[in-house]
T-cell receptor, first 114, second 116 residues
């Protein structure tokens, strides 16, 4: 089954404690992306990757890091989480370059930073 | 810069009513894609439709229909005979064809509540 998986699905942490949210897809997609969803703001892109070892900033990259060492994985790293990073995070993947193709979204990760 | 506006923050209807969710977009591109996604209370994002900017044909899928009007930069979504299961947040989104890296620019969403 074609899917994007994220782990963990729920996470409560404290300010400053490094964390990683994993994202994996089994569709051999070139393009992967992270979004955060906040009330009243919709979804905003954090980082994206057009292929292995190719990453770039989205609209709200501050406080986040990513890496793309393998085609299927695109982890999101919060080196020193802060409460303003409390959000719902989505990973997405699609073929590239093909902006008209449907992007497949993961189930989301709810993060609470205390 | 790209922008998507969903002016309706929340809509409440009674089951079986028709409801239209508005989406207005801004882009300088002549070619682009528009999308609608549904986010039920469980939180996942469900793809509903994709529309190419060159294709202004309206589309109907069961109780769902979409009206794309390039002249007014709108891509509105109508649910006919709404049902409780339609209760969700609906997002409209825009994607560039070039230079956008497949990025989706989302609106802020419309919360639809369908009551018995």
């Amino acid at each position: 089954e074609a899917q994007v998986t994220q782990n963990p699905r729920y996470l409560i942490t404290v300010t400053g404690k490094k964390l990683t949210v994993t994202c994996s897809q089994n569709m051999n997609h070139e393009y992967m992306s992270w979004y955060r969803q906040d009330p009243g703001l919709g979804l905003r892109q954090i980082y994206y990757s057009m292929n292995v070892e190719v990453t770039d900033k989205g609209d709200v990259p501050e406080g986040y890091k990513v890496s793309r060492k393998e085609k299927r994985n695109f982890p999101l790293i919060l080196e020193s989480p802060s409460p303003n990073q409390t959000s719902l995070y989505f990973c997405a993947s699609s073929t590239y370059p093909d902006p008209g193709k449907t992007q497949y979204f993961g189930p989301g990760t709810r993060l609470l930073v205390l | 810069a790209q922008k998507v506006t969903q002016a309706q923050t929340e809509i409440s209807v009674v089951e079986k009513e028709d409801v239209t969710l508005d989406c207005v977009y801004e882009t300088r591109d002549t070619t682009y894609y528009l999308f609608w996604y549904k986010q039920p209370p469980s939180g996942e994002l469900v793809f509903l439709i994709r529309r190419n900017s060159f294709d202004e044909q309206n589309e109907i899928s069961g109780r769902y229909s979409w009206n794309f009007q390039k002249s007014t930069s709108s891509f509105n979504f109508t649910i006919t005979a709404s049902q409780v299961v339609d209760s969700a947040v609906y997002f409209c989104a825009l994607s560039r064809v070039t230079g956008g890296g497949n990025k989706l620019t989302f609106g802020t969403g419309t919360q639809l509540k369908v009551e018995l």
